[in-house]
Nanobody, 115 residues
Framework: VQLVESGGGLVQPGGSLRLSCVVR????????MSWYRQAPGQERELVASVTAGIPRTKYEDSVKDRFTISRSNAKNTVYLQMNTLKPQDTAMYFC?????????WGQGTQVIVSS
């Protein structure tokens, strides 16, 4: 199992970014997939998740109506579209899945929202 994130960077407040998580080793529609983030000195928090099979999504309150999680079964990739970014969205963003009792994580992609 391998999760490879990309798409982070420096963006001004109000801007947008799309994060990608390429999944290797299993089909992206067979397990729930999640995006987490961790800001310096803070605990890792769940940002968004999408269920396996028929996709149902959930969001952390502060990102509702700004972020959208989606997946492409054809590309075996999970996305996080982030709009109207705020400085408090600055964090390392991680893709994750759980198989049984094992959590798998990518290496993360850094998002910095600053003017």
């Amino acid at each position: 199992v391998q999760l490879v994130e990309s798409g982070g960077g420096l963006v001004q407040p109000g801007g947008s970014l799309r994060l990608s998580c390429v999944v290797r080793g299993f089909s992206v529609n067979t397990y729930d997939m999640s995006w987490y983030r961790q800001a310096p000195g803070q605990e890792r928090e769940l940002v968004a998740s999408v269920t396996a099979g028929i996709p149902r999504t959930k969001y952390e309150d502060s990102v509702k109506d700004r972020f959208t999680i989606s997946r492409s079964n054809a590309k075996n990739t999970v996305y996080l579209q982030m709009n109207t970014l705020k400085p408090q969205d600055t964090a390392m963003y991680f893709c994750s899945t759980r198989m049984g009792y094992t959590d798998y994580w990518g290496q993360g992609t850094q998002v910095i929202v600053s003017s």
